[in-house]
């Protein structure tokens, strides 16, 4: 029995977003203004027959697939809007659910820092994966459940505001977004990311 954890459709994968996402995946790299849809489900071996309901349905090209004991997760994208949500209806026929079978996020925990100290810069920068944080800046971090919400955090947060994603963690017990800027435009960022996770329909997570 598969449970389907996270299921969001991005429909513009924003610069910064896009650049993260190929230079931390092993798969087809994606780019700026593509589509992408993010599956998360449990347990984690049946990402592998997920993934062959995409690719052998559609056009669009696999970016990430991560197979962990408890959870997988995919990711696939293209220019065609309509071929990412095909794979996404590819994938829900194949597995006999519906995308309201999908969990709601759940923020699970929001921290702001202003004004941050150089010597902690340091150590977010040596675990960091995306743009470097400096001091003085304003840090967001971000634990949503499930982990696959991160990806949408991260996109809608580059959306609305000219923030620097600093990581993202889209797997795992819990997603993770670290966030840096200004004040001001960290509130921006904030208000987005609270709005698209509001907007996901589903069950309630647990």
Same mark, same amino acid.
């Given at each position: 029995m ?12 924003? !610069? ?9 995946a ?10 992408? /849809? ?18 052998? #349905?559609?056009?669009? #090209? ?5 197979? =962990?004991?408890?959870?997988? /997760?995919?990711?696939?994208?293209s220019?065609?809007?309509? +071929? ?15 995308? =309201? &079978? ?17 010597? +902690?810069?340091?150590l977010? %920068?040596r675990?960091? #994966?995306? %743009?470097?944080? /400096?001091?003085?800046?304003?840090l967001y971090?971000? =634990? ?7 990806? !949408?955090?991260? %996109?809608?947060?580059? #959306?609305?505001?000219? *923030?620097?994603?600093?990581? *993202?963690?889209p ?5 993770r977004?670290? !966030? ?12 987005? *990311?609270?709005?698209?996770? &509001? ?8």
């Amino acid at each position: 029995m598969v449970t389907l954890r996270t299921y969001v459709f991005l429909d513009v994968m924003q !610069l910064q977003f896009a650049s993260f996402v190929a230079s931390t995946a092993r798969g087809y790299l994606p780019v700026a203004e593509q589509a992408s /849809l993010w599956v998360e489900i449990a347990p984690g071996i049946e990402i592998n027959r997920v993934t062959d309901l995409a690719l052998k #349905k559609t056009q669009v #090209k696999p970016g990430v697939q991560v197979v =962990e004991r408890a959870y997988g /997760l995919l990711e696939v994208h293209s220019f065609d809007q309509g +071929q990412v949500r095909a794979a996404g209806a590819a994938i829900l026929d194949g597995l006999g659910l519906t995308a =309201e &079978q999908r969990m709601k996020p759940k923020i699970i925990s929001q921290q702001v820092i202003t004004n941050l100290d150089p010597y +902690q810069t340091m150590l977010i %920068n040596r675990n960091r #994966k995306g %743009n470097m944080i /400096l001091a003085g800046q304003t840090l967001y971090v971000l =634990e949503v459940l499930p982990a696959g919400y991160a990806v !949408l955090a991260a %996109n809608e947060a580059e #959306k609305a505001s000219p *923030i620097s994603i600093v990581d *993202i963690r889209p797997y795992g017990a819990f997603g993770r977004v670290y !966030l840096a800027g200004t004040d001001s435009h960290i509130h921006e960022g904030v208000k987005a *990311i609270e709005a698209a996770l &509001q907007a996901i329909t589903g069950r309630e997570a647990s």
